[in-house]
């Protein structure tokens, strides 16, 4: 059973950056991906990025491209979410989500993901 952690929320000012992280473990299959989402108070999960251990990175819109960049270090089991120029409404809990798999499809990050954890908050504000 994957395991998921999240850290690196907090409170930041508009314009500034955080870095989120994913220490993720546990995977016994051999593919997997791993998949940041958010939810703000009040609204629905929204899905930001993926990647799976093949380096296939995907972005569910185009509108999270520029300010969100997803990366892994495979030596540290961390997928993280790199976050620029914050604004109040990038204020939520930011989830990980994971799913494996034995054999790699290129659609994976499109699959429902297997596991989630806690979430860290990240609040936006001056």
């Known amino acids: 059973q994957e395991q998921l952690v999240e850290s690196g929320g907090g409170l930041v000012q508009p314009g500034g950056s955080l870095r989120l992280s994913c220490a993720a473990s546990g995977f016994t299959k051999g593919y997997y991906a791993i998949t940041w989402s958010r939810q703000a108070p009040g609204k629905e999960r929204e899905r930001i990025s993926c990647?799976?251990?093949?380096?296939?990175?995907?972005y569910y819109s185009d509108s999270w491209k520029g300010r969100f960049t997803i990366s892994r270090d495979d030596a540290e089991n961390t997928v993280y979410l790199q976050i620029s120029n914050l604004k109040p409404e990038d204020t939520a809990v930011y989830y990980c989500?994971?799913?494996?798999?034995?054999?790699?499809?290129?659609?994976?990050?499109?699959?429902?993901?297997?596991?989630w954890g806690k979430g860290t908050l990240v609040t936006v504000s001056a």
């Open positions: 989500g994971a799913r494996e798999d034995y054999s790699h499809s290129i659609g994976i990050c499109y699959y429902a993901m297997e596991s």
């Open positions: 990647i799976s251990n093949m380096d296939h990175v995907t």
